[in-house]
Nanobody, 124 residues
Framework: QVQLVESGGGLVQAGGSLRLSCAASGRSFSDYFMGWFRQAPGKEREFVAAVTWSTGSSLRASSVKDRFTISRDNARNTVYLQMNSLKPEDTAVYYC?????????????????WGQGTQVTVSS
């Protein structure tokens, strides 16, 4: 059974940092693509970043490109999202997801598995 479990969310002041983790289990993810999305109240789920598990190559949304970094640790089967210079508009539930295909990585419909989400709240 595939499981993606996020952790690391919390309350932080504007300008602060958080590191989210996504622990993956239940199968080999070496040929998968891992993504982070976020969803604020009343808004659609939004792409944040994605990484290729095998090579580590990544892409990020323009809104976070200079502040967030996605990475993976193959030995721990864990994907990370390092978030710096956080802003109140970054407040959302952050979701980890896994995709078999490299296509549509910026779209929620492109992913096959999802975690339960972790809340990130940035106060002004």
């Amino acid at each position: 059974q595939v499981q993606l479990v996020e952790s690391g969310g919390g309350l932080v002041q504007a300008g602060g940092s958080l590191r989210l983790s996504c622990a993956a289990s239940g199968r080999s993810f070496s040929d998968y693509f891992m993504g982070w999305f976020r969803q604020a109240p009343g808004k659609e789920r939004e792409f944040v970043a994605a990484v290729t598990w095998s090579t580590g190559s990544s892409l990020r949304a323009s809104s976070v490109k200079d502040r967030f970094t996605i990475s993976r640790d193959n030995a721990r089967n864990t994907v990370y999202l390092q978030m710096n210079s956080l802003k109140p508009e970054d407040t959302a539930v952050y979701y980890c997801a896994a995709a078999r295909s490299q296509y549509k990585l910026e779209y929620a419909s492109g992913y096959d598995y999802w975690g339960q989400g972790t809340q990130v709240t940035v106060s002004s």
